[in-house]
């Protein structure tokens, strides 16, 4: 017999599930020895690591190291230092290299084809639905988001062009990277980087600088600025922010709908390039999640599901996941799978559709999932745990 | 060293010290070395650095000099400075002049572990140096990974900045790591 919440030991004991999650498995711990053994085994294979200490240095011999350090650490101040003092002919070449360079690079600056003046290069996608309006003027691309969620991959930014994403409560600046942002009643709701940096600054608040990998949600109203950066809603808190709003829970879903009704797919996409290979478009430009499906025609893009769209769609998945909006995330790792069988990470999405089905209770989907997924993938990285969810008595 | 001026770099946060060290006070850097050489020294040790251990301890803080200048302003550069020393073990691992003194390094490893763990009995230290053994077959990325978050308790979202990898794949190290480990280390677990 094996436990269905057995994998939840390591998610604790690497601290990347929730404190509620978290409180609720330790509860379930007591009651459930296979968890209980589990988990001490893995906090016995850490303490038992963390035993085997080094031998720390004497007092004497810190003290020695610190010294060296220090003198060592003077001896390549002095020689940054010293450096200049080169021989003149060294000098001169030096400063001959230097003139070179300054009148290439003024050349270059002042020709036509200069990075500085040509229009940055993205692609903005609205995941589900999304009102966004470009106003790209020359180098600055400039999008302003006033609801939904927005993918965004912009390309390296060269010298002097800028990219901005203004959100109701404060914007985006980016440095050529792939983002998902989501704004809900004016609001910021979250911003997951994969690719990149990006800096968010909030109206009101500190600058945070995201990386690939992290993401920012935002918290419940009573909880801290600190607490702002790499914040997870939990479950419950998903739910009643659900419960709480006016819309149905099924919202985002009737709003793709409408998305399309007004156009013959959901894929809203649009590619843009300025500058050398298209015209520029000095007006305001007014692009909403339906407007902008019919973009790509006009730029000669394409609908089909690319490779480059996987990592934006996965993310998008793990992210409804992550803030506990399991509906969202099973209906968007079942199109992930769908649209991208060949892709690795569709043995992920298999396995979280299993997971996802375990945690709202539905017992039939699990093991249905569960079933597909032993069958998809015999020697994938989950099956043991897949196998264990197959023989647990629901 | 004057006491009143080491008791303060010692007193001084940490994004205050590496502002210091931009400027090019050296007491700083001492300061920096101070707090966190152990946790350096540690480190390269469980990343398997026996050789050369002293030297790669303060490349690691000299390095500090030119990074300090690129320092995020974290509250703690305990992270940062891992970072920096895993980095260092990488650059090190790739060093073609370092070769023959890893293979020296790795013919004499298991009696080096034996010397260095402080143990009271011969059962303990023979335990001991087959847990540091099982740690040092691991794959360096594996090891990375497992030392800098299970060990050393850097989170993971602080490791991955750190490595530059994505969050996932260091759930996904750790967690191959940790089967490796459990598959050799076996009975020695309860």
């Known amino acids: 017999m094996s436990c269905s919440r057995l994998w939840q030991a390591e998610a604790v004991e690497d601290g990347r599930i929730d404190a509620l999650d978290a409180a609720s498995f330790e509860r379930h711990r007591l009651q459930c020895s296979e968890c209980a053994h589990e988990a001490s085994v893995l906090r016995a294979l850490r303490d038992t690591l963390q035993r085997v200490q080094p031998r720390e240095p004497s007092p004497l011999e810190q003290r020695r190291e610190r010294a060296e350090l220090l003198r060592r650490a003077n001896q390549l101040m002095l020689a940054r230092r010293d450096a200049p003092r080169r021989p003149l002919l060294l000098s001169a070449a030096a400063a001959l290299v230097a003139l070179v360079t300054v009148s290439l690079a003024w050349r270059v600056s002042h020709s036509p084809s200069a990075a500085s003046t040509t229009a940055p290069v993205f692609e903005l996608r609205a995941v589900g639905g999304a009102s966004f309006h470009d106003q790209s003027r020359g180098p600055s691309g400039r999008v302003t988001l006033t609801s939904g969620a927005l993918a965004v991959h912009v390309e390296h930014l060269q010298r002097g062009q800028r990219f901005v994403v203004a959100v109701p409560d404060g914007e985006l600046e980016v440095h050529g990277t792939r983002f998902i942002v989501e704004v809900e009643h004016a609001h910021t709701q979250r911003v997951l980087v994969t690719e990149g940096v990006v800096s968010l600054r909030l109206s009101g608040g500190a600058e945070h600088q995201l990386i690939a990998g992290s993401s920012w949600t935002r918290p419940p109203p009573s909880a801290p600025d600190s607490a702002l950066l790499v914040a997870t809603r939990t479950a419950d808190d998903a739910e009643k922010a659900r419960q709480s709003t006016s819309a149905p829970p099924d919202a985002p879903r009737a709003l793709a709908a409408r998305a399309d009704e007004r156009a013959p797919t959901s894929a809203a996409r649009l590619r843009r390039s300025h500058g050398a290979t298209h015209a520029r478009d000095t007006s305001e430009q007014s692009v909403s999640a339906a407007s902008s499906v019919a973009a790509p025609a006009a730029v000669g893009g394409s609908n089909a599901p690319t490779t480059s769209n996987a990592p934006l769609e996965f993310a998008a998945a793990m992210a409804s996941f992550q803030t506990g909006a399991y509906l969202d995330a099973d209906e968007r790792f079942a199109t992930f799978a769908a649209r991208f069988a060949a892709d690795p990470r569709s043995e992920d999405a298999a396995f979280l559709r299993a997971v996802i089905a375990t945690k709202r209770g539905d017992a039939a989907a699990a093991v249905a999932r569960a079933r597909d997924y032993v069958k998809r993938f015999p020697s994938g990285l989950r099956s043991a745990e897949m196998q264990r969810l197959l023989n647990a008595p629901w | ?190």
Request: aromatic share 6%.
């Open chain 2, 1 to 190: 060293m004057n006491t009143v001026v080491r008791a303060a770099a010692l007193a001084e946060s940490d994004p205050a010290l590496l502002a210091r060290i931009v400027a090019g006070d050296l007491e700083a850097l001492g300061g920096l070395f101070e707090r966190y050489h152990h946790d350096v020294r540690r480190f390269l040790l469980r990343m398997g650095v026996h050789s050369e251990l002293d030297d790669l301890v303060q490349l690691c803080f000299l390095e500090v000099i030119g990074a300090a200048r690129n320092y995020d302003g974290r509250a703690s550069a305990r992270g940062w400075l891992l970072a920096i020393a895993a980095t260092m073990v990488r650059r090190q691992r790739r060093s073609i002049g370092r070769m023959t003194a890893r293979l020296r390094e790795w013919m004499s490893s298991h009696d080096q572990a034996r010397e260095e763990l402080p143990s009271e009995t011969l059962e303990g230290r023979q335990a001991e140096a087959r847990l540091f053994q099982a740690l040092q077959k691991l794959s360096p990325k594996k090891r990375e990974v497992f030392v800098m978050v299970a060990l050393e308790g850097t989170s993971g979202e602080e490791a991955a900045a750190a490595l530059g990898i994505p969050l996932n794949t260091i759930w996904t190290r750790l967690h191959h790591a940790r089967k490796e480990l459990r598959r050799k280390l076996g009975e020695a677990l309860p």
